[in-house]
């Protein structure tokens, strides 16, 4: 893959790549920038990953259940990229990833989503 990479116009760096898909938390040794930050949180984030939704949606459809579906679409169409603040004179130390009110029932329902997926497809006994 490195070698199709480097062919890209402009060439994409497979340290590029690996820092997007493995994440800051993941891969300490490395320095991200805010904007690799927010990118990688986006990709393989803990909340709102889109390889999380993306597993989610299909392992439910292919399982044959409902316990994985919610409405992604509102979700990523409320995803924002907000300021954090350190607390004290509300000084911006990096962006985060959130979501506006509208999308709250997206996200909780994402969150019901990974419970019933575990607690009743991934944890099953198959016996």
Do not use: C
Request: glycine share 8%; net charge negative.
């Amino acid at each position: 893959m490195k070698k199709i990479w480097e062919e890209m116009t402009p060439p994409l760096r497979a340290d590029d790549i690996v820092k997007l898909a493995v994440g800051p938390k993941k891969y300490k040794d490395i320095n991200f920038t805010d904007w690799e930050t927010i990118l990688s949180e986006i990709i393989v984030g803990n909340s709102f990953g889109v390889d999380r939704i993306d597993y989610l949606l299909r392992d439910s459809y292919h399982a044959g259940v409902a316990y994985g579906k919610f409405d992604h679409y509102r979700l990523i169409d409320t995803l924002r990229i907000l300021p954090r603040s350190t607390g004290e004179n509300n000084v911006s130390i990096e962006p985060v990833l959130g979501v506006e009110e509208g999308g709250l029932h997206s996200a909780e329902a994402l969150l019901l989503a990974r419970y019933f997926m575990y607690t009743q497809v991934y944890s099953h006994s198959f016996l």
